[in-house]
């Protein structure tokens, strides 16, 4: 998108923004000196809630707020309480969030990034949050609609919201070497981060079974939570231990059982290929036939499409909206691997193909319900694509 007229929109959106909002916000911001914008691909809820739990655990008060699957606000004594709302999701929120964060009297706010479109992510950071410190997690092929169909073009969106005489913390090399420009320009120190090294976890309390065999993504989300939270001066230790105790979030990937006696991996999160994949590899593996249940969503086409590209290592069932005869065309049929071919919509032995949500669960019981003869012969079941939507709830089953 041209730069000047995300910055025409912006302005255009920030005036819309009622001015007792903007005076309690500006207040607010007085109030809470240290301010994290956390903004990026994946990883932005599981980021945020590792930073408010490395730097609560290093004696800074501090307020956690996230969005997506299901918002939350995490306070200070680490309860949460669900983001009540009595219309769609805006941007405003991250006005309250600040007002909530002066009356709690926290010291540190750190805030998901709530906007999709390029000019209003420059508005939750020039125009609400004027963030000290801020997040880009990663950026991946998502939401191509809205920030561009290349990863530059998605970085550059992100790029909203570095923050201004502040600092910048990401674990992808590809978003240090593109914003680094930007980030001058903001008079903004820009930090590539490492991840955290799983020697450095292994055997400490409250980390579990995470080892060398540690999910890449997970290690990348750690090590930008420890770097922020030493910068803030928290000694390593003890942010470690913060990060030990931090709650995952509600759309976090899981295994589910959202049909009696079929076990899944809900990777709807993931809305781009290679976070999916790597969730794949570090969850079920490789070794076993492999099942995707995608949830389309008729606003969502491109997001399918890449999905489709990218050769997904087993069968596929789309459900929820229809994506129509043109986009089958267009998308082809995976043979082997090895790209599209012809699209199909029936048939058991289809690669691809489409099944209406009130089917689904007679569909995946015939298919994934292991058998008595042969208990590990059925395929494994991976959930992707859109959170919203499913015909089961993923959360409490059916």
């Given amino acids: 998108m041209n730069p000047a007229a995300v910055l025409a929109s912006a302005l255009s959106f920030a005036i819309g923004i009622g001015a007792i909002e903007r005076f309690s916000a500006a207040k607010a911001r007085r109030a809470v000196p240290i301010r994290i914008h956390v903004n990026g691909t994946r990883g932005k809820s599981t980021v945020t809630r590792l930073i408010r739990s490395a730097l609560a655990e290093g004696g800074i008060p501090c307020l956690g707020k996230?969005?997506?699957?299901?918002?939350?606000?995490?306070?200070?004594?680490?309860?949460?309480?669900?983001?009540?709302?009595?219309?769609?999701?805006?941007?405003?929120?991250?006005?309250?969030?600040?007002?909530?964060?002066?009356?709690?009297?926290?010291?540190?706010?750190?805030?998901?990034?709530?906007?999709?479109?390029?000019?209003?992510?420059?508005?939750?950071?020039?125009?609400?949050?004027?963030?000290?410190?801020?997040?880009?997690?990663?950026?991946?092929?998502?939401?191509?609609?809205?920030?561009?169909?290349?990863?530059?073009?998605?970085?550059?969106?992100?790029?909203?919201?570095?923050?201004?005489?502040?600092?910048?913390?990401?674990?992808?090399?590809?978003?240090?070497?593109?914003?680094?420009?930007?980030?001058?320009?903001?008079?903004?120190?820009?930090?590539?981060?490492?991840?955290?090294?799983?020697?450095?976890?292994?055997?400490?309390?409250?980390?579990?079974?995470?080892?060398?065999?540690?999910?890449?993504?997970?290690?990348?989300?750690?090590?930008?939570?420890?770097?922020?939270?030493?910068?803030?001066?928290?000694?390593?230790?003890?942010?470690?231990?913060?990060?030990?105790?931090?709650?995952?979030?509600?759309?976090?990937?899981?295994?589910?059982?959202?049909?009696e006696g079929i076990r899944a991996l809900d990777a709807s999160a993931a809305n781009d290929p290679e976070s999916l994949l790597e969730l794949v590899r570090t969850m079920v593996g490789y070794d076993r036939e492999l099942l995707f249940v995608y949830n389309n969503r008729q606003d969502r086409l491109p997001r399918l499409l890449t999905f489709l590209a990218a050769g997904l290592p087993g069968k596929l069932i789309v459900t929820g909206a229809n994506p129509g005869l043109l986009l089958w065309r267009k998308a082809g049929r995976r043979g082997d691997g090895d790209g599209p071919g012809p699209a199909s919509t029936d048939g058991e032995g289809d690669t691809i193909r489409f099944v209406p949500g009130p089917r689904l669960s007679l569909e995946l019981k015939s298919i994934a319900l292991p058998g008595p003869e042969d208990p590990g012969k059925a395929p494994a079941l991976v959930l992707c694509g859109n959170t919203k939507g499913w015909p089961v709830d993923l959360y409490k089953g059916p």
């Avoid at 201004?164 to 680094?180: Q, R, Y």
């Avoid at 080892?211 to 989300?221: F, M």
């Avoid at 770097?227 to 390593?236: I, N």
């Fill in 66 to 259: 996230t969005t997506g699957t299901a918002a939350r606000y995490i306070l200070p004594d680490g309860s949460e309480k669900p983001v009540r709302r009595l219309a769609r999701p805006s941007i405003r929120e991250q006005c309250s969030a600040l007002v909530l964060g002066k009356k709690l009297g926290v010291r540190a706010l750190v805030a998901e990034c709530m906007a999709i479109k390029p000019e209003l992510q420059w508005v939750s950071e020039n125009k609400i949050l004027l963030s000290t410190i801020g997040v880009i997690t990663n950026a991946r092929i998502d939401h191509v609609e809205e920030m561009g169909g290349s990863l530059e073009e998605i970085t550059r969106s992100l790029g909203n919201t570095v923050p201004k005489k502040g600092i910048l913390f990401t674990s992808d090399p590809l978003v240090a070497g593109i914003l680094e420009p930007r980030a001058m320009e903001r008079q903004t120190k820009l930090v590539l981060v490492r991840a955290l090294d799983p020697e450095t976890i292994k055997g400490r309390p409250g980390f579990g079974r995470i080892d060398a065999e540690a999910p890449r993504w997970w290690l990348e989300n750690a090590g930008i939570a420890l770097a922020v939270a030493e910068f803030c001066g928290v000694e390593r230790d003890i942010a470690l231990r913060g990060i030990a105790k931090a709650k995952p979030d509600p759309g976090a990937a899981r295994f589910v059982e959202p049909w």
